[in-house]
């Protein structure tokens, strides 16, 4: 018998840790109430974000592409009393609702969310991060590693999602021709050689390529 993605997905999900009950009443929400609840992290990648966030024993955490506050919730479960997670979200059409599942959470007041253009507001903190996770504009990529680069340590990850791209990163004859295929596959090509990181990619969900600060 062969078993499909859907029944592979389902089995993975039954054995791992369970899905809080904040996150399951944001991933209801945001399926009833957004045009793209695809864009949201959902139940593997948010207890994965959590071990990772426990892991490394992160204190600061920023995040880039709130959308609906799923992953940054995922996130600051895992921070100790004294963590703190920064979030950046330009869609300002989002805040209310964001805050709105912030703020029933248990953990919510460990989050700072910012609405603006995270290119703007980076150069402006003065914080180090143990963990950046980057989820936001897909062909601004590469610029967002840059800027992040100088709020981070040796040591310190940075997970990049959507790496994989639906597959769009194996184009090649034709070749890709949309702005977002072209900026991840720049990234890939550019984070593989850069000597600053070590490299993983993994090949969860669209994908999540897991850098580390040397």
Not at 42 to 60: C, D, P, T
Not at 71 to 93: F, H, Q, V
Not at 123 to 138: G, N, Q, R, T, W
């Amino acid at each position: 018998m062969i078993y499909n993605g859907d029944d592979i997905d389902q089995y993975i999900l039954s054995h791992i840790d369970a899905e809080p009950d904040i996150l399951k009443t944001v991933f209801r929400e945001t399926a009833l109430f957004t045009t793209n609840p695809r864009m949201m992290s959902g139940h593997l990648q948010g207890r994965l974000l959590k071990m990772i966030v426990e892991l490394v024993g992160a204190r600061r955490v920023i995040e880039l592409g709130t959308f609906s506050g799923y992953s940054a919730l995922a996130m600051a479960e895992g921070l100790p009393e004294d963590g703190t997670l920064t979030t950046i979200e330009i869609n300002d059409e989002m805040e209310e609702f964001i805050r709105n599942q912030f703020e029933r959470a248990p953990y919510g007041n460990k989050i700072k969310l910012i609405i603006g253009n995270a290119l703007e507001i980076l150069p402006s903190l003065s914080e180090k991060y143990d963990f950046a996770f980057i989820d936001a504009d897909k062909r601004l990529y590469m610029q967002y590693l840059e800027l992040l680069i100088p709020h981070l340590h040796s040591g310190s990850l940075i997970l990049v999602d959507n790496t994989l791209w639906d597959g769009k990163v194996l184009i090649s004859n034709p070749p890709a021709s949309d702005r977002q295929t072209i900026s991840i596959k720049e990234f890939n090509d550019s984070v593989t050689h850069d000597s600053r990181f070590e490299t993983v990619i993994l090949p969860l969900r669209d994908g999540l390529t897991l850098l580390r600060m040397k």
